[in-house]
Structures are given as structure tokens and as C-alpha cells.
């Protein structure tokens, strides 16, 4: 299951790099846009893996226009299954919260992940060099877990990613954002948790412009 | 290494966040990206981040930073929080 809500800069940037990478090889559902909503979030909860971007703070993680989908209140069917939140903040309560519900792992972050990102390209997010820096390597980290790797491998891939782009880095505002994220990136769980491997589906073109109003 | 305009910064954000400290810390940020701007970036670069119900504004244009320093000392704490900090 992937949810990418796309109503505001944020999520338009961090979602659009797994529109780009993640969604050609991943299967359904994948609730993208204003249909990342609570109620087909908790109805589709099926698959091995829950892949999300979105709004988030220690207890909750939200969809489209900030609806709360996911919470430490009413907890999902989520056994044995791999939880990644690409938000803010949810590896302080909600991450732990889903490893004693029975998820297998969890990936998050404990303090708000930020990246520097170009607004003028909120059309086509995927080309954004600046938030590349930081988008690269969490949507390589979710592609090495959906080859079939231990989730721990792609924990480490991104975390070597993080710190590689970093040390490139010649803005300290963007650098100092890579930096920050790597601290507070957080792997609960089995570390060496699997999914099913998807196929890797490489596509010479990008997806069309997204045309939703921010 | 850091330029010397970035240091400044860090050091006016390690201040308990009292209106002369977020001035200053605003007046270190422009002078900072007086610098950046020379070397040449995207073209509308936004500070964003993915928090909820949070006290500042999740999308920041870089230029508008040094304001958001001034006015609201959550985003002070925020951004002293991601800078303030060495590996």
C-alpha cells in the first residue's frame, strides 16, 4: 500500500519522488491525491507493506488536506507487515506503538525530516535537485526493501546515502537539513524483516507534469 | 568547511530566543544568503518539512526565513534544531 497525498509543497515534493520511483513497480492500492483518505487507508489495509508520505506528528500520520489515517488510537490490521513513514516525527509514539500492534519493522523519524526543496518545480517534483539530496536516498531506501532486501540494508543504504550527500554538499542550509535527518532516522523492529521483491521496472520517461492544484 | 557567514548564524541561534537574539539571528541569515545567492541555487528554494499541527509554517521560501526568524520564536527553536546541532 502506498498513500501520497499531494495538497500542499511538502508532500507534492517528498510524494513525488515515489511517483516517479516507487509507484511503477509497486501493486495496488496506492492512494494518491485527494484519494489517500482515512476511510480506503483502513479498507485496503492488505499487502506486505505500508509505504507512506504524509503530515505527521509523535502519535499520528495524516493523508490528503491532513486527514488523520493513521493513529495510536485505532491501530490497523498491520502483523508481520513493513511500515515505512516518510513524516515527520512518528518514530517517538506511533512507531513503536505499530511494532507492539505486530508490524514486522517500522522506518521513520523521531524529530520533523526537512529538506530544502524548489517550489517552482511543484509540477514535476521528481527533477528537484535540491530535494534530491534528501528524497534520493529515502526512495532508495524503499526500493532496496521492495527488491526483496532485509529492511536493515535499506535502512543503512540510506543512511550511507545521507551522509554522502552531506559531505558533497556545498549549501550549509542543505547540508545541515541531510544532516538532521540522518540523526533522527529510525529503524524499529525485525531489521531483518522482507517484503515480497516487486520487479524492477525502470521507465526511460518521467510521468506527465502532476496537474492537481497545490 | 563552513563559511564564516554560516558560523555567525549558528552562533546568533544558540541564544535563548529573546527579540534582539531572533533580530540578530534574522540579520546573520540575510547576510548568509547573500552569500548563497552569489553561488547560485534553484530558483525558488522553500525549507520545508512534513510536521502536523505544528506552531510554523511547514513551507518557508528560503528569502522569507530571515523574517519567519524574527517573528515567531517556535521557528527559531526549529530551525536552531536543525542547524544548531554538529554530527
Redesign the interface.
Known amino acids: 500500500m502506498l498513500t501520497l497525498p499531494l495538497h500542499?509543497?511538502?508532500?507534492r515534493?517528498?510524494s513525488g519522488f515515489l511517483i516517479r520511483y516507487i509507484v511503477p513497480r509497486s501493486i495496488p492500492p496506492q492512494l494518491i491525491g485527494p484519494t489517500d483518505r482515512r476511510q480506503p487507508f483502513r479498507m485496503l489495509a492488505i499487502g506486505d507493506a505500508i509505504i507512506g508520505?504524509?503530515?505527521?506528528?509523535p502519535s499520528?500520520f495524516?493523508g490528503h488536506n491532513?486527514q488523520v489515517i493513521l493513529d495510536t488510537k485505532s491501530i490497523p490490521d498491520v502483523k508481520d507487515k513493513v511500515v515505512i513513514l516518510?513524516?515527520?516525527?512518528t518514530a517517538q509514539v506511533l512507531g513503536p506503538a505499530l511494532i507492539d500492534a505486530g508490524a514486522a519493522s517500522y522506518i521513520g523519524f523521531k524529530?520533523?525530516?526537512?529538506?530544502?526543496?524548489?517550489?517552482?518545480?511543484a509540477f514535476t517534483p521528481w527533477s528537484?535537485?535540491?530535494a534530491l539530496t534528501v528524497m534520493g536516498p529515502i526512495t532508495n531506501c524503499v526500493n532496496t526493501i521492495l527488491d526483496g532486501r532485509p529492511v536493515e540494508e535499506g535502512y543503512n543504504a540510506m543512511l550511507e546515502e545521507l551522509s554522502r550527500n552531506?559531505d558533497v554538499e556545498?549549501?550549509?542550509?542543505i547540508k545541515?537539513?541531510i544532516?538532521?535527518n540522518?540523526?533522527n532516522a529510525v529503524l524499529l523492529g525485525n531489521p531483518m524483516a522482507r517484503v515480497r521483491a516487486r520487479p524492477k521496472i525502470t521507465l526511460p520517461l518521467p510521468p506527465p507534469p502532476i496537474i492537481l492544484p497545490i | 568547511m563552513?563559511?564564516k557567514e554560516?558560523e555567525k548564524l549558528k552562533e546568533a541561534l544558540r541564544k535563548t530566543p529573546t527579540p534582539e537574539a531572533r533580530k540578530e539571528a534574522a540579520v546573520a541569515f540575510r547576510r548568509?544568503r547573500v552569500v548563497?545567492l552569489a553561488?547560485g541555487?534553484?530558483?525558488?528554494?522553500?525549507?520545508?518539512?512534513?510536521?502536523?499541527?505544528?506552531p510554523y509554517p511547514?513551507?518557508v521560501?528560503?528569502d522569507k526565513i530571515a523574517e519567519e526568524l524574527e517573528r515567531n520564536t517556535s521557528f527559531y527553536e526549529?530551525l536552531r534544531?536543525?542547524?544548531g546541532?554538529e554530527?
Open positions: 500542499d509543497l511538502p508532500t515534493s517528498a508520505v504524509g503530515h505527521g506528528s499520528e495524516c491532513n516518510i513524516s515527520c516525527e524529530k520533523d525530516l526537512v529538506w530544502v526543496c524548489d517550489a517552482d518545480l528537484d535537485k535540491m552531506a556545498e549549501d550549509e542550509l545541515s537539513c544532516q538532521f540522518r540523526r | 563552513p563559511t554560516f548568509y548563497q553561488k541555487k534553484g530558483s525558488k528554494p522553500t525549507l520545508v518539512s512534513l510536521g502536523y499541527r505544528k511547514t513551507a521560501p528560503v526549529h534544531e536543525i542547524i546541532e554530527e
